[in-house]
């Protein structure tokens, strides 16, 4: 799923579970999909979601608001990123979910597959709260203060750092066992 030049949202894949009910408007600015059900937050600030709550956690009931930044899914939860910079998790709240910080110091967020969340702070360190399910070391970050993003799956995560070689961005991975670092070349 995108979000288009023009505010549409665009999708392809799996079509059941009440994903194909999407909306057709053009006044989004960031996506985010979970396992059964999809995220959007509108030019407005609102958000909308799409799709099953398969597990029944809540996971479509938004919170309602016009100061939402960014969305982020995860199978079943939803973590937000507000204007002030502070975060908003709606569905599931076990595996140690609830120990979300509540501080107002973030810049990008990263919701991931089960039991796990990531956000990068203003001051560009990464944070990780939630449940190492499968002990793969998913909640031990990389220390460093320039991190500008940060994404994942069930059991890994990335986060991308900027370097200060002309056109490259390198990225850093973590769990599954690798814990090395990636560098591609990307014009800018």
């Excluded at 449940?131 to 031990?140: A, K, P, R, T, W």
């Amino acid at each position: 799923m995108r979000v288009r030049y023009d505010g549409s949202l665009v999708r392809w894949g799996q079509s059941g579970y009440g994903l194909s009910d999407m909306p057709t408007d053009n006044d989004f600015v960031d996506i985010g999909a979970g396992a059964h059900a999809a995220f959007a937050v509108r030019a407005n600030g609102s958000l909308v979601a799409w799709g099953e709550d398969s597990h029944t956690m809540g996971i479509l009931n938004v919170p309602s608001g016009n100061d939402f930044i960014m969305v982020s899914g995860g199978i079943d939860y939803c973590l937000a990123l507000k204007l002030d910079g502070s975060l908003l998790m709606w569905g599931q709240s076990g595996y140690g979910l609830s120990n979300m910080p509540t501080d107002n110091a973030f810049i990008n967020i990263g919701a991931i597959g089960s039991h796990a969340a990531f956000a990068v702070r203003s001051d560009g360190s990464l944070v990780a709260w939630g449940e190492d399910s499968h002990n793969v070391g998913i909640l031990n970050v990389p220390s460093g203060n320039d991190f500008i993003d940060v994404a994942g799956g069930i059991d890994h995560a990335l986060a991308l750092t900027p370097i200060p070689i002309p056109g490259a961005v390198i990225l850093g991975s973590i769990g599954l066992g690798f814990s090395g670092w990636l560098c591609r070349r990307k014009r800018i």
